[in-house]
């Protein structure tokens, strides 16, 4: 009886802490598994803005550089004196290719020497948002989890980019997963950037 006791005790702590801290727990198990659901590779970039800020499209999806959680730094793009979009960051640039004359953005095509993949993925752990209530629209998601936008660029040089992108998903009964990417300040949007081997 007693060994019940414990493990329904256990069971009832293990759901208050899911249903109180399910976020923080999620995202903990992200750093350990994610689940990929598409990678592509990735043909053509365009960058829209004024230098900092704006937007990276990749094909046919936006990766907004106006949200950051990066220590308060935030990457920039333009042009090298070689005439390469190149993206800056901590000291350093990364060239992606050749720029295309485009009226009001640069734009480019990946090199054929180059590997470039855009992958996304979500937590492997959702949590619950029973309590939560939308006066306005009277619908509130359910279940929540992190979806991630990861981009890896590699030159043939050794030269790689790594950028990734956090944003939450919201479920709603009869509807499903969100396709939109929701913010939530402090903690979503651009939180990565690493560059290795770049020239300077």
Do not use: C
Not at 28 to 36: H, N, Q, V, W
Not at 133 to 150: A, D, E, V
């Amino acid at each position: 009886m007693r060994k019940i006791l414990i493990a329904l005790l256990i069971v009832f702590v293990l759901a208050a802490l899911w249903l109180w801290r399910g976020r923080d727990l999620s995202m903990l198990a992200d750093r350990f598994k994610t689940i990929e659901t598409s990678s592509h590779p990735i043909k053509s970039i365009t960058y829209e803005g004024s230098g900092n800020g704006g937007t990276l499209r990749v094909d046919d999806v936006d990766l907004s550089l106006n949200e950051v959680e990066l220590g308060g730094a935030q990457p920039s793009v333009g042009t090298t004196k070689e005439g390469l979009i190149a993206l800056s960051f901590g000291g350093k640039v990364f060239p992606f290719g050749p720029a295309l004359s485009q009226e009001d953005k640069l734009a480019g095509n990946t090199p054929v020497e180059d590997t470039a993949t855009l992958s996304i993925k979500h937590s492997a752990i959702s949590w619950p948002n029973f309590f939560e209530t939308n006066w306005i629209s009277g619908k509130s998601p359910t279940w929540k989890r992190q979806i991630y936008q990861k981009l890896t660029w590699k030159k043939s040089t050794g030269a790689q980019l790594n950028m990734l992108w956090r944003y939450e998903q919201f479920f709603y009964p009869g509807d499903g997963w969100t396709n939109a990417l929701m913010t939530r300040l402090g903690s979503t949007g651009l939180i990565r950037v690493e560059i290795s081997d770049a020239s300077r």
